[in-house]
């Protein structure tokens, strides 16, 4: 996670627009990550936030609440995006858009595919953080993560969006058809290490 991190946010990160205010959340990490953010705060708008072991959903609930803007895209400190991500995911809701939602390359086992972005509607079995945009009033509307989910967190989170977006009735949904985040999945037993960091990337969008 200390490598993904710094490439992420680091000068080295390539996107095509610039994140303009980045929260980490370190949740009582143990693996040297917590020292890269360290190294981080205060440079290029990024902020560090000390969560004290509250679990991933409440961590992610922390930054959003610290964060300024008006889109939220979160991003697991072991994964991270594309160098177009954020232009594509703001640019999207930009256009009027509540919750932009995206492919995503995962990486498992030496193997690598291409997940295609979920449908606005019917089952959800994959909303992996980096692939969705949200407009803090959706995000905040729902209520946020359900803190007391540690794993499934973020299907969950997808379904009540969704389903509010439907409610409110009109193109409250855009599909980006390219992936937009790199996911590196863990075996199963480095998971709940994973799942207990958590930093969120808040982009201002005009």
């Known amino acids: 996670a200390a490598s993904t991190l710094a490439a992420s946010l680091g000068p080295s990160a390539g996107q095509s627009r610039p994140v303009t ?7 009582d990490t143990t693996d040297g990550t917590g020292a890269v953010a360290a190294g981080l705060d205060g440079d290029l708008g990024v902020e560090v936030v000390r969560a004290g072991g509250v679990g991933v959903s409440a961590a992610r609930n922390l930054g959003a609440a610290r964060s300024t803007g008006d889109v939220l895209v979160f991003v697991d400190a ?3 995006l594309v160098p177009n991500a954020t232009a594509l995911l703001a640019t999207a ?9 995206a492919g995503a390359i995962l990486r498992q086992a030496g193997r690598t595919r291409v997940l295609p972005p979920p449908p606005p509607t019917g089952v959800i079995d994959r909303f992996p953080p980096g692939s969705f945009a949200v407009t803090r009033a959706l995000f905040d509307a729902v209520g946020g993560y359900d803190p007391d989910l540690a794993f499934g967190e973020n299907t969950d989170l997808a379904m009540r969006l969704l389903d509010l977006v439907e409610t409110r009735g009109g193109d409250g949904v855009v599909i980006v058809p390219n992936p937009t985040v790199v996911v590196d999945r863990a075996p199963a037993g480095r998971r709940q290490a994973i799942h207990d960091r958590a930093r969120l990337h808040s982009v201002e969008v005009a």
């Open 21 to 27: 205010e980045a929260i980490i959340v370190d949740d």
């Open 78 to 80: 072991d994964d991270r």
């Open 93 to 101: 809701v930009a256009g009027g858009a509540e919750l932009a939602v």
